[in-house]
């Protein structure tokens, strides 16, 4: 079992930045890709990005691409997503989940442990 535990939320101006972190326990994410999900009200839950178990693939949805970066300490079981020229409508609960497609993915369903969640609002 992996268990996941978010952090770093809150609120921040438009144009803000914000780096959440995703801390890993039970056991090494080391054989996992990660991934980072949101939810907005009233929406269903959304593919952010993704990194490869070995940091050394990223993939991330075109709203997002080239402001937020995800990165990986597999010695300090924590996977990072720096979240930059942050938008109103980047407002949503963030998850962080990890996945045994080594790869990555995009799908939600391919991600067995999923962390419970942290608020990041972005107002204008």
């Known amino acids: 079992q992996v268990q996941l535990v978010e952090s770093g939320g809150g609120l921040v101006q438009a144009g803000g930045s914000l780096r959440l972190s995703c801390a890993a326990s039970?056991?090494?994410?080391?054989?996992?890709?990660m991934g980072w999900f949101r939810q907005a009200p009233g929406k269903e839950r959304e593919f952010v990005g993704s990194i490869s178990w070995s940091g050394g693939l990223t993939y991330y949805t075109d709203s997002v691409r080239g402001r937020f970066t995800i990165s990986r300490d597999n010695a300090k079981n924590t996977v990072n997503l720096q979240m930059n020229s942050l938008k109103p409508e980047d407002t949503a609960v963030y998850y962080c989940?990890?996945?045994?497609?080594?790869?990555?993915?995009?799908?939600?369903?391919?991600?067995?442990?999923w962390g419970q969640g942290t608020q990041v609002t972005v107002s204008s």
């Open positions: 039970g056991r090494t994410i080391r054989a996992y890709a």
């Open positions: 989940a990890a996945s045994s497609v080594g790869t990555g993915t995009d799908q939600s369903h391919q991600y067995e442990y």
